[in-house]
């Protein structure tokens, strides 16, 4: 009848990462930003076949800091390093125990 299989065509996901949230604390006033890389469309190929995204984020309340992330990808878009000015890098269950 066809229905099982469609039910399964509903329920399929993509496998393949698409994005890659990064979690910051602002250095100056503490506040955490959150903000996903696009590994399909926000990532620059370079010399060596490899893939680099830069991101400057700025937090909503009241510091004007910018906190610059850039993040080492792979020919496979998986992160191999990164690196953080004005801030440090925090983990998504850091993220939520700060926004509550
Ligand atoms: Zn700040």
């Known amino acids: 009848m066809g229905f099982l299989e469609s039910?399964?065509?509903v329920f399929s996901?993509?496998?393949a990462p698409e994005?890659?949230?990064v979690y910051v604390r602002c250095k100056r006033c503490g506040e955490v930003i959150k903000t996903?890389?696009?590994l399909?469309?926000?990532l620059?190929?370079?010399d060596s076949g490899d893939y680099v995204a830069r991101k400057t984020?700025?937090?909503n309340q009241l510091c004007f800091e910018r906190v610059e992330v850039t993040l080492?990808?792979?020919r496979n878009r998986q992160l191999v390093d990164q690196e953080i000015f004005n801030g440090e890098f925090i983990s998504a269950e850091e993220f939520e125990a700060a926004t509550g």
């Open 72 to 74: 080492h990808f792979n």
């Open 36 to 38: 996903r890389i696009d």
């Open 57 to 59: 984020l700025v937090g």
């Open 13 to 15: 996901t993509e496998s």
């Open 40 to 42: 399909q469309n926000s």
């Open 44 to 46: 620059s190929s370079t």
């Open 7 to 9: 039910i399964k065509s």
């Open 19 to 21: 994005g890659h949230w």
